[in-house]
């Protein structure tokens, strides 16, 4: 069934339907034709898979790169008057952040925090700090709670006083803007696991590092919000300024800037929740907090200890957001009511009001579940790795093992060339011929077969939900704060569940990744199909469209945007999940990566694996991505 409104009749409707047909007979005939000249090509020239060599040229350069940092680390200039001065400058900005939360005692930070939340928030606010910051306490998570809080303030801060300036002035100077665009991107779709290898090369491992590789992580977000707050300021408005003589720093500061006040908090909040999801892979580098809890429990399988950290991550991410989300709505605050509870709250932090409370864990009953499912469900979690594993995983990474590089890269290229375009397409053939240069190509290609069954199975998962929760409102109310809860959630603690009921195997880090995916897929897909209009939509049902057609017909087709875009942003949080996964025995590249961390001979490896991932990324990424923009053109 079909929408008689959704196209103009008369002969130019007429003429665009025409066109449109034809050209997607074109391209889906050029596809079938690719498809089979692809698989013609991989039965003639497939090859025996084999390992990649553990000697590659580019191991030795990044061996060689290591070798030459450690002996210059002290006597180069680089060194002596750049990077060791900055590590010096972020660890005594995380010493004082740290030094100040401590110093004012358990009763006075719990006390201050709801002051903070009760001055920007209001009330509501205010209550949610009390109770968030009372809860790492009765969960006897305090100490590293506060020491997690240090780090992601630190590196917010940093990222705030750079990010802003950097965000603003990409506003204002379109060539800044266009050259931070393609890097921001990248930075964006980076798997967490990327970052390290670099940062501990020049930061070495502890603190420091932490802050540096959350900050890096997380500051794309501030530079990109900022800019757009900044270039969506109304032109009239900054015409009329500049016609009352306004200097250009006047119309910045009294017109710009206050009138993007919202959007600047949305990027101070979207920093804190970025920095959050960074801040515990850093124990990975020896940095301190809830991170270094879940990485014990992860290595004894502790399902209940990492949840108990996990809980205490996502009420830090809660009472951060709604903090900052509320002070971006609030106009001003009323300081006859608001005084008296922020002394309140410095009495109680200079007098030391320390009460001692009970703790509670979810340790206990966690672990009994799981070991409850260990047992009762071990035949079905068995029959379902096994086929899994055999029917989906298994046949697809012979076949991409099996193929030769050049092929590979001559495939993305051509698919690139016809569903995303050419810039795309070269960009992505770039990255395919990367991944042989970095001597990974075995390994690469054996995460691309995780990636691609965990995405599959992320997408079916996803718009399931989705639509689920666009069609029915009592769901999506019900959903939605689980929904908060699991993208707040470290990527670690969904190792756990996944390790507990299927081994340390390839299918677990599966497992874990479409856990972690599904979240943001499910959300874009439900804003996707309630962004089709309502006129449309009422049109279909007018015209007798069951509920089925509806969903087929118009719906889904109207949101394939809102769709492409969630496949994107499933395959990139897929990639990411599917590395950390090395550390449950999924081998390839995330491996390769730990083992670079834990054993020296294996630092070169460990880096270019690094790279071999956000070659990975990017390749995926710009498929889709051009793939979106492709289809946006096409139905404009």
Known sequence: MTVAAARPAGPAG???????????????????????????????????????????????????????????????????????????????????????????????????????????????????????????????????????????????????????????????????????????????????FAYLAPMTLLFLIGSPAAVVVTLIYAIPVTIRITELGIGGVPATTIEAAEAQGSTTWQVLTKVRLPMARPTLVLAVNQTIMMALAMVAITALIDGPGLGVNILRALERVNVGAAFDAGVAIVLMAIVLDRVTSAAAKRRRTDWRIAAPVVIAALITAIVGINPTLPEWSFAEPVNDLTHWVEINWYDGT????????????????NVLTTTPWWLFTLVVLAFGMLFAGWRAALIAGACAAGLTGLGLYQHAMQTLANVLVATVLTLLAGITGGVLCARH????????????????????????????????????????????????????????????????????????????????????????????????????????????????????????????????????????????????????????QGFHRAAGRGSS
């Open 14 to 192: 007429g003429t665009t339907a025409r066109r449109v047909a034809t050209g997607l007979f074109s391209v889906r005939t050029v596809g079938i034709a690719l498809v089979v000249a692809t698989v013609v090509a991989y039965l003639c020239f497939r090859t025996t898979a084999a390992a990649d060599s553990s000697d590659a040229a580019a191991f030795r350069f990044f061996t060689g790169v290591r070798d030459w940092v450690d002996a210059n680390r002290d006597t180069n200039p680089i060194f002596l008057f750049g990077v060791n001065y900055l590590r010096l400058g972020v660890k005594l900005l995380t010493d004082a952040v740290a030094s100040g939360l401590t110093g004012l005692g358990f009763g006075g930070l719990v006390a201050v925090a709801g002051a903070i939340g009760f001055v920007l928030g209001g009330w509501r606010s205010g209550l949610l700090a009390l109770a968030g910051f009372l809860g790492f306490g009765l969960l006897g998570l305090w100490d590293e709670s506060v020491e997690t809080l240090s780090l992601t303030i630190s590196a917010v801060l940093i990222a705030v006083l750079f990010g802003v300036p950097i965000g603003v002035l990409a506003a204002r100077v379109r060539w800044v803007g266009a050259v931070l665009r393609p890097l921001l991107d990248v930075m964006q779709i980076l798997p967490t």
């Open 382 to 397: 068995e029959w379902l790795k096994n086929t899994a594993t055999t029917i989906l995983l298994n046949p697809l990474e």
């Open 473 to 624: 409102d009592r769901l999506a109310t019900v959903v939605r704060p689980v929904l908060d809860a699991a993208q707040t959630m470290p990527s670690f603690v969904y190792l756990l569940p996944a390790v507990a009921l299927f081994g340390a195997t390839r299918f677990t880090a599966i497992v874990a990744a479409v856990i972690f995916a599904v979240p943001p897929v499910v959300r874009l897909v439900e804003r996707g199909v309630r962004d089709v209009p309502a006129t449309v939509v009422e049109a279909a049902l007018s015209a007798g469209s069951t509920p089925r057609q509806l969903l087929w017909k118009v719906q889904l087709p109207m949101a394939r945007g809102g769709l492409l875009l969630a496949a994107n942003q499933g395959i990139v949080m897929v990639l990411s999940m599917v590395v950390v996964g090395g550390l449950v025995g999924a081998g390839a590249l995330g491996y390769d990566v730990v083992a670079g961390f834990s054993q020296h001979e294996d630092f070169g490896k460990g880096l270019a694996a690094g790279f071999a991932i956000v070659l990975l990324g990017v390749l995926l990424d710009r498929l889709t």
